[in-house]
């Protein structure tokens, strides 16, 4: 195998824009694979081939899988497009992968796809004719229904591409593609689904962390830097930016009736959120709030929440169930560090019986006590931003 062959699905439908979504795919898969030398990009018809050397294609692979917008991947044998190269190339595809695993020695079939017209056999041709030759060579039968092993044969005008192997990738849109978010990020298991469920649609984030020393040690921070870096893998983050809200936090939890003191504070983040968002050129907010999964995700508490913002406020866990959220977690690498037992501001000062339909006009009354603005401007200038 001497390249990886990256298909994408829903970049077919985008029409007159499909070459701005092309780019921007072929663009980060170029950065995915930084550090590779020598690797070199083409974009046959509806795919993209990267070439590289035979050593580095498990971790080209591996890099691949977790980029936004490609649907699959495979580990390729590039060959001349002509029936003897290919007939060789695919029997010594599937004879290293009977080695790899004897179970695929149980059956096979071919699936072969003629994007080239002028070769002079048909998909159907070229399927039969390699799977005789594997057939003969090897002595696996076939079978078209359940077979325990699939060799592929993509036919192009520049080259014929022949894999044993193909690997799920997440599907989706390029990330940037849709613009740029601010993500309000916490130590939890929701709040970094959300970021990668965002960077799936073509979301490019940065994330936003609200600390509160000496309350919350710097395990909790540590952890949710480990958060951020799993998702910087994914592309789905490109900064991290940590602010200090402890002071401001002691001050919204002596304004008001203690049943108010959650959305005060949720109302706060969105402003710092805004003020930090503005210096990120971010479109939209993204939280990981979901609909009454607690006291302070009502739809009352959510909208008066979001008043305080001047941006869009996406929450792409609002419908999920929690285990829906925590398989999710487990599969983008984010579950295990989510759980450790380092709290974060969110569990801090929490009344015992946080409002569940907080009114706006009951909210602004006890944010009139305070200078909202200068609060939120202090908190912002805490910022430190670490580059992921």
Known sequence: MNAVLCRYGELFLKAGNRPRFERRLVDNVRLALTGLSGFRIETPHGRILVRLSEGDVEEACARLERVFG???????????????????????????????????????????RRSEKRFPLTS???????????????????????????????????????????REAP??????SSGRALLLLSGGIDSPVAAWLSAKRGLALDALYFHSPPFVGEKSRDKVVTLARTLARWQALRTLTVVSFTDTQKRLREAGPAPLAVVLYRRMMMRVADLIADGT???????????????????????????????????PLVTYDK???????????????????????????????????????????????LDMAAEAAAVAATAETLTL
């Open 171 to 176: 599907g989706g849109l390029p990330v940037e």
């Open 124 to 166: 159907y041709e070229i399927s039969c004719d390699v799977g005789a030759a594997i057939e003969g060579a090897l002595k696996i039968p076939v079978n078209l229904t359940d077979p325990a092993l699939v060799v592929g044969i993509e036919v192009g005008a520049t080259g014929s591409y022949v894999y044993a192997d193909r």
């Open 70 to 112: 490609l649907v699959s991947i495979s580990p390729v044998a590039v060959v001349d497009s002509e029936i003897t190269a290919i007939r060789q190339a695919a029997v010594a595809c599937a004879d290293a992968a009977v080695e790899r695993d004897p179970a695929f020695r149980r059956s096979f079939r071919i699936e072969a």
């Open 323 to 369: 285990r829906e959220t925590i398989d999710l977690a487990k599969r983008i690498g984010t579950f295990d560090t989510s759980i450790l037992p380092y709290e974060d501001c969110c569990s801090l000062f929490v009344p015992p019986h946080p409002s569940t339909a907080a009114r706006l006009d009951d909210v602004e009354r006890a944010e009139a006590s």
């Open 281 to 315: 050129r971010a479109e939209a907010l993204v939280t990981g709030e979901n609909l009454g999964q607690v006291a302070s995700q009502t739809i009352g508490n959510l909208a008066t929440i979001e008043a305080a913002a001047r941006r869009l406020v996406l929450r």
